[in-house]
């Protein structure tokens, strides 16, 4: 018998639903709270690490201009391409926090 809500007055129909659509889902296929609080963590550790680094990136352009003798549309390409590969991990990023969180 499927796992069921136990508050419902339909019990063999909720029962039922439950074991065709799934929508009582067993408290052992949820993630561990020491799972979820390490995701978290991590997520504001990769956060912060972001920050600083759109921040350094942003106070080394004008070294990086001077140093390297490049020109502002030089230095936005450089820009850009830093922030390119923030946007193509956020592709692969959103589907494994779906599968996962």
């Known amino acids: ?3 069921t809500c136990g ?3 339909w019990e063999n129909w909720c029962s039922e ?3 065709r659509v799934k929508i009582h889902a067993p408290v052992n296929e949820y993630p561990s709270t ?3 609080t390490k995701i978290v963590l991590l997520m504001v ?3 912060a690490m972001s920050y600083f680094d759109r921040t350094i990136m942003s106070i080394a352009g004008p070294g990086m201009i001077h140093d390297f003798g ?3 549309t030089q230095m936005g390409s450089v820009y850009s391409a830093f ?3 923030y946007a193509l991990m956020m592709i692969p990023g959103g ?3 779906d599968r996962w969180g």
């Open 83 to 85: 922030l390119l590969g």
């Open 1 to 3: 018998m499927a796992t």
């Open 45 to 47: 550790g990769l956060s």
């Open 7 to 9: 508050s419902c007055r």
């Open 17 to 19: 639903l439950a074991a």
């Open 34 to 36: 020491a799972s979820q």
């Open 95 to 97: 589907r494994l926090a």
């Open 70 to 72: 490049l020109s502002d």
